[in-house]
């Protein structure tokens, strides 16, 4: 608790202003923002002015002259290796340490255990390694004293924690995914669907309560609209089952091998051809639109398209052939569950994706009892 004290006097001496909440380690989860007293909707919770975000406007100028064209990403990521100053510190001292970052973010993770991620997961992986291979390569050029596995937690550290933000010059000057800030004690609020307001303005970053919060209550803020598959490869955690409305499941490893080379021509030249979905409430019409191609001649399916034909004289023929391809889906979980059991790195890696792939199982159960 000493590093979280010092780390609200430091901020509050340099205007941080904190109304009704403050840090807490939650056992199991780290830190989080907890609410100290009772809370009304629509009440300023924490308030950190622009002089404290660290951004591409106040990295040192050395650091932006050696990496001149290289990604705020690797910018941000840099400079906090080099970093010296004894208020960063106070503020490091919080962050997750580098066991912490590199146990649950699979970028860290073996190769191996990297294989055993579910199919989009494995997607957003390799786009991920791809950015960290071209920072990694511009900043071990201009500063060969750093090792990877220093500057691979600085990047992850700065991917998972950074805020979106523009000002009147970044927003025309530099692409959106180079719209990014580090900024404390915003960094410990932990994610939720539904979590508090933020914005920001020239002045300051603001987080705002939406709904009323009970005292001793955990306050979160939302990262966006994403599966557990994304949370899981930028974030390096996911939700429980049922707590994550934009969870789902993409079939297309268990539907796509179903096709002949012509039913696919057909799927293709349709726009239909994968990125086949499921998630609580449903399989997507995309899934529906390709199953039924597996239930009807080439005709009578275009004539569903056109609108020429009642897709639902077919409807308990496509739910058939959905409940063989989810039993294909969960017979191939429990495969990699066992996989991953038997799988290598850390405990805590592979507990990380046995649950991700326990999630995706309790998703397929579900929607095959709601099938029968």
């Known amino acids: 608790m000493d590093a979280i004290e010092n780390l609200l006097t430091w901020a509050r001496s340099n205007g941080v202003v904190t109304d009704g909440i403050g840090p807490q380690v939650l056992p199991g989860r780290g830190i989080g923002i907890v609410a100290t007293q009772n809370l009304k909707a629509d009440h300023v919770i924490l308030t950190v002015p622009s002089t404290l975000l660290r951004s591409l406007g106040n990295t040192p100028k050395p650091i932006l002259r050696k990496l001149k064209g290289a990604t705020v990403h690797a910018i941000l990521s840099a400079s906090?290796?080099?970093?010296?100053?004894?208020?960063?510190?106070?503020w490091k001292a919080v962050l997750p340490t580098q066991h912490d970052i590199t146990t649950s973010i699979p970028l860290a993770w073996p190769s191996e255990l990297q294989a055993l991620l579910?199919?989009?997961?494995?997607?957003l992986l390799e786009e991920q390694s791809a950015k960290f291979t071209r920072d990694w390569a511009l900043v071990s050029a201009a500063y060969p004293e750093l090792?990877?596995?220093e500057y691979l937690y600085a990047w992850l550290l700065v991917n998972s924690r950074t805020f979106y933000h523009t000002t009147r010059r970044t927003e025309k000057k530099l692409p959106k995914e180079d719209h990014m800030v580090l900024q404390?004690?915003?960094?410990?609020?932990?994610?939720?669907?539904?979590?508090?307001?933020?914005?920001?303005d020239e002045h300051c970053y603001t987080i705002t309560t939406t709904r009323a919060c009970q005292r001793g209550e955990e306050l979160f803020i939302r990262y966006g609209s994403h599966s557990n598959d994304f949370l899981l490869v930028e974030?390096?955690?996911?939700?429980?089952?049922?707590?994550?409305k934009w969870d789902?499941?993409?079939?297309?490893?268990?539907?796509?091998?179903?096709?002949?080379?012509?039913?696919?021509?057909?799927?293709?030249?349709?726009?239909?051809?994968?990125?086949?979905?499921l998630d609580a409430e449903t399989a997507c019409y995309r899934t529906q639109t390709a199953l039924r191609l597996l239930c009807l001649s080439e005709g009578d399916w275009r004539a569903v398209l056109d609108g020429q034909r009642d897709e639902?004289?077919?409807?308990a023929a496509v739910e058939g052939e959905l409940r063989k391809v989810l039993r294909r889906c969960e017979k191939e979980i429990r495969s990699r569950i066992v996989d991953v059991e038997r799988g290598t790195g850390h405990e805590e890696m592979r507990d990380s994706l046995r649950m991700r792939w326990l999630q995706m199982e309790e998703l397929v159960v579900t929607s095959m009892a709601r099938l029968q």
């Open 80 to 90: 906090l290796c080099l970093e010296t100053s004894p208020d960063f510190d106070i």
């Open 118 to 123: 579910p199919t989009p997961a494995k997607t």
């Open 147 to 149: 090792t990877r596995n």
């Open 184 to 200: 404390p004690v915003a960094d410990l609020f932990n994610h939720a669907p539904d979590g508090c307001q933020v914005s920001f």
């Open 235 to 244: 974030y390096g955690f996911t939700l429980p089952s049922g707590l994550n």
């Open 248 to 277: 789902e499941l993409c079939l297309d490893p268990y539907m796509c091998p179903l096709f002949t080379a012509p039913q696919k021509q057909t799927l293709e030249d349709a726009g239909f051809w994968g990125k086949y979905m």
């Open 312 to 315: 639902d004289e077919d409807a």
